[in-house]
């Protein structure tokens, strides 16, 4: 299983991808310059940094959870900050001026503004992204658990900003809910609110355009396709209409009910996306092993481009014998046969993007160049995985 010989080639770039990573890291900066304002609400330099704080506290757990789940078939990391930023910004925007317009030129009531259109407009500019990221990138979300993956981090970056926003808000005493204490104590309420009871609600609002999309990613036909994606689109605005109408109401007990109804649907999305990456798991053992019985891999090697702590292992025992360079080699050949095992499985199903038997042939081969640098550790006893 170790052979030596020439260069492994590198992955061949995708067209753009320069430009998505530049457009990304300028929008960015402007995401970290809008997050500011929003802070600098609260009339001074303690509320600014107390909004700031408040906001990014929640990130880390929310980052890794979704992390976590993109584990299994990781996608490429600038589409992932593409997403977070685009919600932190773009989104933002959007929603910024739309409903800045409703509210100026249409003359429409607060209420109707807050429960009516934010929902649409917010949830519709959280979407665009997964939009667009299908038509330039259709691979980047061809199943369920991409489509929650990507709609949870445009989510995410949205609610990171817009809350810096209402934290600062409630500091300067002009909380949403009419509370008048201001200040930290005003701010910490807020937090505990929107932060600590509430963190996953966008992404919840935005995992129905998710699934669509997710769906629609296997649909031939382009009607179902349009017919997915815009009941998705329907059920995310109705969800974030249901939150922010029961705000609206002031009633506690329509507020509560809302609350457990929304909870209820957050476990079961959670219960979702924990089966779905499961099932991955599943699909991709049994994809690589059907393709080592074809002898396109070896099959000893599925073990340690499946099983985590065997790829771990592998990269480990591959750096210890030739250093970063033979670490490297393997990480790319465990990168492309993931994505052999989840293409050669639409393939068999009849699911495979049209270019698929191609594309199959194409990841053969850019694992074929690799073999003669790929350092894997001996081949483990008949049944161990």
Not at 71 to 85: D, G, N, Q, T
Not at 88 to 97: G, K, N, P, Q, R
Request: proline share 5%; aromatic share 10%.
């Amino acid at each position: 299983m170790t052979a030596y010989a020439a260069p492994p080639v590198a992955y061949r770039p995708q067209r753009g991808r320069l430009l998505l990573v530049v457009l990304t890291w300028i929008t960015g900066f402007l995401g970290a310059g809008a997050a500011v304002f929003f802070a600098a609400q609260a009339g001074d330099v303690p509320g600014a940094a107390l909004a700031i704080v408040f906001a990014v506290v929640p990130l880390p757990l929310l980052l890794l959870m979704y992390w976590w789940l993109d584990r299994v078939e990781p996608e490429p990391l600038r589409y992932k900050w593409a997403a977070f930023i685009w919600g932190a910004v773009v989104a933002v925007a959007i929603s910024l001026v739309l409903e800045g317009a409703a509210a100026v030129w249409l003359d429409v009531p607060e209420d109707v503004l807050v429960a009516v259109v934010a929902p649409v407009v917010e949830e519709l500019a959280k979407g665009l992204f997964l939009f667009l990221t299908v038509l330039r990138a259709r691979r980047i979300i061809d199943g369920v658990l991409d489509g929650l993956i990507v709609s949870g981090l445009v989510a995410i970056g949205f609610a990171a900003v817009e809350n810096t926003g209402y934290y600062a808000a409630s500091y300067f005493g002009l909380g949403e809910d009419g509370n008048e204490i201001a200040g930290a104590e005003g701010a910490t309420l807020t937090f505990v609110v929107r932060g600590l009871f509430s963190p996953f609600a966008h992404p919840l609002f935005t995992s129905a355009i998710g699934i669509a999309m997710g769906l629609a990613a296997g649909r031939r036909s382009r009607a179902a396709r349009w017919a997915l994606v815009a009941t998705g689109s329907v059920i995310s605005i109705i969800l974030h209409a249901l939150w922010n109408g029961s705000l609206v109401i002031g009633v506690p007990a329509a507020y509560l009910l809302v609350y457990l109804t929304l909870g209820g649907l957050l476990v079961a999305l959670g219960c979702l996306a924990v089966i779905l990456r499961s099932r991955q798991i599943g699909t991709l053992w049994r994809s690589l092993n059907y393709i080592g019985q074809r002898g396109w891999i070896h099959p000893a090697e599925v073990p340690y481009l499946v099983a985590f702590g065997r790829r771990r292992q592998a990269r480990t025992y591959a750096k210890q014998r030739g250093g970063r360079r033979a670490e490297k080699v393997v990480e790319q050949y465990q990168a492309l046969a993931t994505e052999l095992g989840f293409l050669h499985d639409q393939v068999m199903r009849g699911r495979a993007p049209r270019d698929g038997v191609t594309r199959t042939y194409d990841l053969l081969d850019r694992m074929h160049a690799l073999r003669p640098e790929l350092r894997l550790p001996p081949a483990l006893p008949p049944g161990v995985r």
